[in-house]
């Protein structure tokens, strides 16, 4: 089962973090992790109620290491691009969605949650491999960041257990370090770098590949690159057989 954790990136309430905690365990989630958060006192162990276990064993953490120790990393925004030419908040799925994107991963799980005033960033977006946003009415679309955690854990509550391991956060970095080498390799415009390895990085984190199947990857990469002109160095981070295949 995927191990889900939610993840509040700057809180600025302390009551809203403690109303976190409490409809987390509402819907079977204790795994709570503070980036930079807000002071925590006497308000949010009140708004916490009977979930002061979550608040009292929530972790506090960089948002570096939430994204290095996680299979796969969910970001939740407000604001969505409608267009392919804005890929960082696209394409973007709904919590019901997201609930079926996951059921297979057999590893952390860390959907990611903004600041009340503003969300996540751009930057702190691009750390992502799969978009969420739940559809809310034009008229007014703003939720409370409980209420929006809420929703989240509703929909994601009693998955069952995945059934195969996905490639580690670790071999999925040495396949976009890989794809990085390619793209000179190919000549392709420097200007068009940042966007192409954020795609890369987007469409395969919805793909959820197996360790087998990044190996593959780097193979047809590699071949490509000896028919490009001249046998090319494995990488030592990307000739690891694929776990538990003999």
Known sequence: MPEIQVVLVNPLYEGNVGSVARVMKNFGFFRLVLVDPCPLSGEAWAMASHARDVLE????????????????????????????????????????????????????????????????????????????????????????????????????????????????????????????????????????????????RRLLSRAMPTIREVSTIHGLLRRTEQRLGGAIPRNDDDTSPPRGTG
């Open 57 to 200: 064993e929530a972790r506090y953490d960089t948002l570096e290491r939430v994204v290095e120790e996680s299979s796969l990393v969910v970001a939740t925004t407000g604001e969505v691009a409608r267009s392919v030419s804005s890929p960082i908040r696209m394409p973007y799925f709904s919590p019901r969605e997201l609930r079926s994107m996951i059921a297979g991963v057999d590893g952390t799980v860390s959907v990611l949650f903004g600041r009340e005033n503003c969300g996540l960033s751009n930057q702190e977006l691009a750390r992502a491999g799969i978009i969420c946003t739940i559809p809310t009415s034009p008229l007014y679309p703003i939720l409370n960041l409980s209420h929006a955690v809420g929703i989240v854990c509703y929909e994601l509550a009693g998955l069952e257990r995945g059934t195969y391991a996905l490639a580690s956060p670790l071999e999925l970095e040495s396949l976009y370090a890989h794809i990085d080498r390619f793209l000179d390799r190919v000549d392709h415009p420097p200007h068009k770098r940042e966007i192409t390895l954020l795609l890369a």
